[in-house]
């Protein structure tokens, strides 16, 4: 697509071998937005949450659109009681992203990628591309072959109002 932006995701889902589009809109305020200007069901628009583990030591979690985080899960998965999210300027300096514009593709560093179960069965997801507004559609079993992710049931349905 000419109008994408160059982006280090754009560069390395590039050289992933795995079939993608990349979608342009203009940024969105909410998640709904931006699922309704990429054409894609809420559930299909994965959220990159940043969390660390330990000192220099981080994974990325895939939260699909309508779920949130399950710290328990996530902390069983990983073996650990001790899991934090680190603020703006830590998640930038770790990934090379600001927050709102962070994926697993093309970061600073390879942390390892979480990606929850839910998608698995999905036809497309969509996953930032490093830049606001910017994303990559592409199957579910490509996602998880580019980028190693773990499939983990890891979230829980949001609750309306909470």
Do not use: C
């Not at 603020?87 to 600073?108: H, L, M, W």
């Not at 499939?151 to 109002?161: A, H, M, W």
Request: glycine share 10%; proline share 9%; net charge negative.
């Amino acid at each position: 697509m000419t109008d994408a932006p160059d982006t280090p995701a754009l560069r390395a889902i590039a050289g992933s071998g795995v079939a993608y589009r990349v979608v342009v809109t203009e940024p969105a305020r909410s998640a709904e937005e931006s699922a309704e200007w990429q054409g894609v069901e809420l559930g299909s628009l994965l959220r990159t949450i940043v969390v660390r583990r330990a000192e220099d030591d981080y994974v990325f979690v895939l939260v699909p659109g309508g779920r949130r985080f399950d710290w328990p899960k996530l902390r069983s998965h990983l073996g650990t009681n001790r899991l934090s999210l680190p603020d703006a300027d830590e998640a930038k300096a770790v990934t090379g992203y600001p927050r709102g514009a962070i994926t697993p593709f093309g970061s600073e560093r390879p942390w390892p990628v979480i990606a929850d179960a839910s998608i698995e069965e999905l036809p497309l997801v969509a996953i930032g591309g490093g830049r606001r507004g910017v994303n990559l559609h592409l199957a579910p079993a490509d996602l998880v072959a580019a980028t190693g992710a773990a499939l983990v049931d890891v979230t829980q349905p949001e609750t309306p109002g909470g």
